[in-house]
């Protein structure tokens, strides 16, 4: 078995892994150094660092790293602790490094205006891989979007059942709404916070934002499904223009991406009523100009 081919099947799929490798040892271990171990999400392992009680507690460790996506590093003494006696008493001691394995993020794009088309290069360049969804080919197109994942022109509602019914979108997708309009936007915010999406955003004000949540939770949602959604969209660093507004959901995206720890000067309404922070600016850009013609 190629525990690299086996890394890069698990990313393909969108899921999340940890594997774990004997990066130090000294004297008698049941393996040897750079011996690797992959555990995927749901459990099963591939290849393996010597079996036994030691194997056992790596992979309890690996979980809590699938988990909280951070690496950790284990040490083992095999001469002196008891709970190894069930053959492997070795007499050597062993250092196992656990890293997580994580698919690229994934960044579904409704809208190809002027705010998604620089949100666009900028997630690019910082590693995210790109779906653009927009109901105008004229404006979903590899001209403005080169390098995209994937370019959709459907209407939404069509694109839904045709393209990201399978595979939809998984915890390591992100979703920024930034369509011309709000009667989209609710479309697509009805149907994005019943994916399991990490990150959902939605480009407006906070009283457009109010308005659509509370007409989707009078059709029957669930309240608590618009948990995750950040609207106004962004980091509040006072943006103002697209490439400004791009920056600031970027800024957000990293940060749900790498977990970061410290407060955020969140813009989004839900939040700051949970947290209750004071301050921050109440809308982005709700609507765009077409592009110039050529």
């Not at 892994?17 to 000294?26: H, L, P, Q, Y």
């Not at 591939?46 to 992979?59: D, L, P, R, Y």
């Not at 595979?167 to 992100?174: L, T, V």
């Not at 939770?217 to 618009?226: N, R, S, W």
């Amino acid at each position: 078995m190629n525990i690299y081919e086996e890394i890069v099947a698990l990313q393909r799929e969108g899921r999340r892994g940890a594997v774990a490798t004997i990066v130090n040892a000294r004297g008698s271990i049941p393996s040897f150094k750079s011996a690797k171990m992959l555990v995927r999400d749901d459990g099963s392992i591939a290849g393996t660092i010597g079996g036994g009680c030691v194997e056992a507690e790596v992979w309890r460790a690996a979980r809590d790293v699938i988990a909280n996506e951070k690496p950790c590093s284990l040490s083992f003494d095999l001469n002196q602790d008891p709970k190894y006696d069930t053959g492997l008493v070795c007499g050597g001691t062993l250092e196992i490094f656990i890293e997580p394995v994580l698919p690229s993020p994934l960044l579904y794009l409704f809208g190809a205006g002027h705010v998604a088309l620089e949100l666009f290069k900028a997630a690019k360049n910082a590693g995210f891989e790109v779906i653009v969804c927009d109901d105008r080919e004229a404006y979903a197109n590899a001209e403005r979007f080169p390098g995209a994942r994937a370019l959709v022109a459907l209407d939404f509602e069509e694109a839904f059942d045709k393209v990201f019914r399978e595979p939809a979108p998984h915890e390591s997708s992100y979703i920024v709404i930034a369509t011309r309009g709000h009667r989209d936007d609710m479309r697509i915010l009805r149907w994005a916070v019943q994916t399991q999406a990490r990150y959902i955003g939605m480009v407006g004000s906070r009283r457009k934002a109010i308005t659509v949540v509370r007409e989707l939770v009078a059709e029957g949602l669930d309240p608590e499904l618009f948990e995750r959604l950040r609207s106004p969209v962004g980091l509040d660093i006072g943006a103002v223009t697209p490439e400004e507004i791009a920056v600031s959901i970027l800024a957000e995206l990293i940060a749900f991406r790498r977990h970061a720890e410290a407060a955020l000067p969140h813009m989004s309404w839900a939040h700051r009523n949970r947290s209750g922070a004071a301050g921050a600016a109440d809308e982005n850009a709700e609507s765009e100009p077409a592009p110039a013609k050529k």
